[in-house]
């Protein structure tokens, strides 16, 4: 069984495999680059620990759902999932890569640590369209739950920001 | 304890939760009703955890689903305020604003218990009631220093919450009531409001005694599961 292998081959195999499922509402992202894969832990069974972003994120049955389906078909059929709130996710986990594939596809990143202990947004955010850091909020919320909706005071184009928590 | 505390918690995230949802197409503006949509989508997922782990805690092979929509106006836990008919805008913001600013007092120190369980749902949503407390806040000045109707609007929801607030300090939670007030003096005093003058407050929703707005609730919250007991998402 695939799930045989050494503890450390098959955590970056699942790893790796995770690195290709996208995020249903973000499809930019995969799973990794989201951070909400948090270990694989060992067997037997392995179980691999997932945290969801918004208690309430509608989209966390879809991304169950999509990691039992891309472990089912390479193999790692006894690999169990577990969900696991604490410690509980922040943005602080999206990847580096993460960040720059939202910045490309017109959604501002969120800023790490420093911009955390902030208790509001208030570090205006940079324009995805032109670069302009003359921006402002329109919406504390925004399509989903983990976007806020900003505007570009330079280029007038209105675009999503990852809220930092 | 357990099974009490999270019993309370996950029906005041469950009922709220579904009130802010009837906002959902009815809103003022597009950002507010997206706002208070994502404020209870937060909520029902609080709510989720809190009544799985109560489901747990009771023993009977239940799970959240079925303590949500199985039960009885007398079997929910929540506090009167959050079943209380959303009213206005302002009434609506109102009561939030008194309730997530509890919610993140109660959620802070949670989060620091001996519960593991219940700590790790807490610290979860305590970001989240942050930012819904903040928003809140933020609608509270924006409300009461703006026009006089929205002024009087706001200071007449006030006045309806008002008598529903001395119930979040019934019993453990009378630790909090300090700093929520000092807070609340705060936001209402930036909004240039009184703080409502002291009523005599209304109590019984910890013991399933309800207003008979939480049987209507439930009757359109419970419909489908109880007519459809098969039915799968």
């Known amino acids: 069984m695939l799930t045989d292998l050494p503890q450390a081959e098959l955590s970056a195999r699942v790893f790796d495999l995770l690195a290709h499922v ?23 069974p392995p179980t691999l620990i997932v945290t969801p972003t918004y208690s309430g994120c509608p989209a966390s049955i879809a991304i169950n759902q999509s990691i039992r ?54 570090l205006p955010a940079i324009c995805p369209q032109c670069g302009s850091a003359s921006t402002s909020e329109i919406s504390r919320f925004g399509s989903t739950p983990c976007k806020a909706l900003w505007r570009c005071n330079q280029c007038a184009e209105p675009f999503d920001r990852f809220k930092c928590i | 304890m357990v099974q009490a505390l999270t019993t309370g918690l996950g029906d005041d995230a469950l009922i709220l939760g579904h009130r802010l949802s009837e906002w959902c197409g009815h ?78 007092l109660l959620f802070r120190a949670l989060a620091q218990g001996n519960d593991a369980c219940i700590a790790a749902i807490a610290g979860k949503a305590l970001k989240e009631v942050t930012y819904h407390a903040s928003f809140a806040a933020d609608w509270v000045i924006r ?17 309806w919450c008002w008598r529903f607030t001395d119930e979040l300090f019934v019993g453990d939670h009378a630790a909090l009531r300090s700093e929520w007030d000092a807070r609340v003096h705060d936001v209402l005093a930036e909004a240039g409001l009184q703080v409502p003058k002291p ?35």
């Open chain 2, 199 to 233: 009523v005599r407050g209304i109590i019984g929703g910890r013991d399933g005694k309800h207003s008979e707005h939480l049987g209507h609730i439930l009757s359109e919250m419970q419909y489908l599961p109880r007519v459809y007991p098969d039915a799968v998402w």
């Open chain 1, 69 to 122: 389906v891309a472990l089912d078909n390479a193999g790692f059929d006894d690999v169990q999932i577990k969900t696991e709130l604490s410690p509980a996710w922040t943005t602080d986990w999206i990847s580096e890569a993460g960040r720059q594939k939202l910045h490309a596809y017109g959604i501002a990143p969120p800023e790490t640590a420093a911009g955390r202990l902030a208790r509001k947004d208030t």
């Open chain 2, 27 to 104: 809103a003022p503006t597009l950002e507010v009703d997206l706002a208070l949509a994502n404020i209870g989508l937060d909520l029902l997922g609080q709510a989720q955890f809190f009544l799985g782990l109560a489901a747990e805690a009771e023993g009977h092979g239940r799970d959240a689903d079925a303590l949500a929509y199985r039960r009885t106006e007398d079997e929910f836990r929540n506090c009167l305020l959050v079943e209380q008919p959303n009213g206005d805008f302002a009434r609506t913001i109102a009561r939030q604003f008194l309730f997530s600013s509890w919610q993140e």
């Open chain 1, 22 to 44: 996208p995020d249903p509402e973000i499809p930019v992202l995969s799973l990794i680059d989201l951070g909400i894969i948090r270990a694989l832990r060992p067997g037997p």
């Open chain 2, 143 to 159: 409300l009461g220093d703006g026009t006089a109707e929205s002024h009087r609007r706001l200071v007449d929801g006030l006045d």
